[in-house]
């Protein structure tokens, strides 16, 4: 949460070190304040439940 508080370049820093760290684990940079991400996130879950 709170990635709008995140410049690009962070970012993208960010993703790098996650991918690095969390292999095969879906992560997503969300904001609710910003409104950033959140559809992902919902598309993400519903994906997940429809899975099991």
Do not use: H, R
């Not at 970012?11 to 997503?28: C, G, M, R, S, T």
């Not at 559809?39 to 899975?51: A, F, G, I, P, V």
């Amino acid at each position: 949460s709170k990635c709008d508080m995140l410049d690009d370049e962070l970012k993208a820093e960010l993703k790098i070190q996650l991918d690095k760290d969390f292999i095969n684990i879906p992560y997503l940079l969300i904001s609710s304040v910003a409104q950033q991400g959140l559809t992902e996130l919902k598309d993400k879950l519903w994906s997940m439940l429809n899975e099991s």
